[in-house]
């Protein structure tokens, strides 16, 4: 499988709510270090920034539309990059506290989880002794029973709601080949129309594995079942980050960085923020020929309706 000669949208995710503030002290918590890091990401040449939204003195992952909107105005402001809003946001809110602030923003893009699993991050709370706050330790090692709620009804849910009812389109979250065939039966429903932005995701604990036969493996299901109707892009946990998206990338797909999917930059090396793996991958891409996609790009190659058509 070569390389198209489309150009590749660079998606970074700011924060997320796997990674606690004890793990590195460049993960941003506050409103201002978001817009700080995503105006950087997006310089950098992120065309997508993947949005969730934590407590500010705790760090603690939040739904809450308030804090939302305390940075999406400011980085709509400052960036034209694409504002995608988690609609996972984190392991212990209700689908309706997840699609809060989604649901307020109305956001061009949001993300779409695409199926209920295992979501295993208590192996993480192994590795630190000395915790920056009280609820980190229970957050991670409360996930070896645990499972991410994501129903048919709940992904209908917020088809309607969300995509119909704003429309906003989606990150089609897919951490597992089923997850595929899900999304391929919304597609058979009419709920989901092309293009069809599909994220596949590696290397989380209760997800396929972060293997190169797995890669190849989805996209090639991802093709069967969606021909020519979809953009593919790739992000993987930890140290399998550069060298994933990397493989994506020459295969003729879009990436994902940014510090909610590893921490580190290189080898032993936690980056100092989100814009340096995004400017390392961009490197790559450039090394290897291939072209970045603008915002603008990214808009026209997803069909989104626009920064002017968001309520924030």
């Given at each position: 499988?070569?390389?198209?000669?489309?150009?590749?949208?660079?998606?970074?995710?700011?924060?997320?709510?796997?990674?606690t503030p004890t793990m590195s002290d460049a993960l941003p918590v506050t409103p201002d270090e978001i817009v700080e890091q995503g105006v950087g990401a997006a310089e950098a040449g992120a065309a997508i920034l993947h949005l969730h939204a934590r407590d500010p003195r705790t760090g603690q992952p939040t739904p809450d539309p308030a804090v939302f909107m305390q940075f999406l105005p400011r980085l709509k402001q400052s960036t034209d990059a694409v504002l995608n809003i988690t609609t996972g946001?984190?392991?212990?809110?209700?689908?309706?506290?997840?699609?809060?602030?989604?649901?307020?923003?109305?956001?061009?893009?949001?993300?779409?989880?695409?199926?209920?699993?295992?979501?295993?991050?208590?192996?993480?709370?192994?590795?630190?002794?000395?915790?920056?706050?009280?609820?980190?330790?229970?957050?991670?090692?409360?996930?070896?029973?645990?499972?991410?709620?994501?129903?048919?009804?709940?992904?209908?849910?917020?088809?309607?709601?969300?995509?119909?009812?704003?429309?906003?389109?989606?990150?089609?979250?897919?951490?597992?080949?089923?997850?595929?065939?899900?999304?391929?039966?919304?597609?058979?429903?009419?709920?989901?129309?092309?293009?069809?932005?599909?994220?596949?995701?590696?290397?989380?604990?209760?997800?396929?594995?972060?293997?190169?036969?797995?890669?190849?493996?989805?996209?090639?299901?991802?093709?069967?079942?969606?021909?020519?109707?979809?953009?593919?892009?790739?992000?993987?946990?930890?140290?399998?980050?550069?060298?994933?998206?990397?493989?994506?990338?020459?295969?003729?797909?879009?990436?994902?960085?940014?510090?909610?999917?590893?921490?580190?930059?290189?080898?032993?090396?936690?980056?100092?923020?989100?814009?340096?793996?995004?400017?390392?991958?961009?490197?790559?891409?450039?090394?290897?020929?291939?072209?970045?996609?603008?915002?603008?790009?990214?808009?026209?190659?997803?069909?989104?309706?626009?920064?002017?058509?968001?309520?924030?």
């Open positions: 499988m070569a390389a198209s000669s489309k150009k590749v949208i660079i998606s970074c995710a700011l924060t997320g709510s796997i990674h946001g984190s392991l212990n809110m209700t689908v309706q506290e997840r699609l809060a602030a989604p649901l307020q923003a109305q956001p061009e893009m949001c993300s779409l989880n695409m199926g209920s699993m295992n979501f295993g991050i208590f192996p993480l709370a192994e590795r630190y002794k000395d915790w920056k706050h009280d609820w980190e330790e229970p957050y991670l090692r409360s996930t070896d029973d645990f499972i991410f709620r994501n129903t048919f009804r709940d992904i209908a849910y917020i088809l309607e709601h969300l995509g119909e009812g704003c429309g906003t389109r989606f990150e089609f979250e897919c951490y597992d080949v089923g997850h595929l065939y899900n999304l391929a039966h919304f597609v058979d429903r009419g709920l989901v129309k092309p293009p069809f932005f599909v994220q596949t995701i590696f290397g989380i604990l209760g997800g396929i594995g972060a293997e190169q036969r797995n890669l190849v493996f989805m996209r090639e299901t991802a093709d069967r079942l969606f021909g020519k109707d979809y953009e593919w892009s790739v992000l993987a946990a930890g140290r399998h980050q550069i060298p994933f998206t990397t493989m994506a990338a020459v295969m003729g797909g879009n990436v994902r960085v940014g510090l909610e999917d590893s921490l580190y930059l290189s080898k032993g090396r936690l980056a100092r923020n989100s814009a340096e793996q995004v400017a390392k991958i961009r490197r790559i891409l450039e090394e290897l020929s291939l072209e970045v996609a603008t915002p603008a790009e990214a808009r026209a190659m997803l069909a989104l309706k626009g920064a002017d058509q968001v309520a924030f």
